[in-house]
């Protein structure tokens, strides 16, 4: 449950912010600067000597990705048009629930795991 009110209350600053940063700087420019923050936030938390660096890292993570998906998909329904959105929000959203699925799972065959954990077995 608490983390569900965690989750509602970033949507809830996320969404606001996204929409004023939007009118002012441009959609466009938003996501960018935003994908930019995370890439750079990345360095800091992979290289994190503290879990206080690693969360003060993954806050400034959580703040840009917060304002990547409302921009995202803003740039994608402008690209689209009303007629179309629908359909594209549908194709993205199967695409967004399946990558957690799927993109373990291919990753883990991919770069041999299950050889490493089970010498001599190979992938079932």
């Known amino acids: 449950m608490k983390e569900r009110g965690w989750s509602s209350a970033d949507v809830a600053v996320s ?3 996204t929409g004023w940063l939007g009118r002012k700087v441009g959609v466009g420019r938003l996501w960018l600067g935003a994908f930019a923050a995370f ?3 990345s360095g800091p938390c992979a290289l994190a000597a503290s879990i206080g660096w690693l969360v003060a890292s993954r806050v400034v993570q959580g703040g840009a990705a917060g304002l990547l998906v409302p921009a995202g998909q803003t740039i994608l ?3 689209v048009g009303p007629r179309r959105l629908g359909r594209v929000m549908s194709i993205l959203g199967i695409a ?5 699925a799927v993109g373990p799972t291919w990753a883990r ?3 041999g795991c299950c050889r490493t954990r089970c010498p001599g077995r190979g992938c079932s």
């Open 77 to 79: 329904g402008q690209a």
């Open 96 to 100: 967004v629930s399946s990558g957690p």
């Open 39 to 41: 890439t750079v936030a």
């Open 15 to 17: 969404l606001p912010i």
């Open 109 to 111: 065959r991919s770069a």
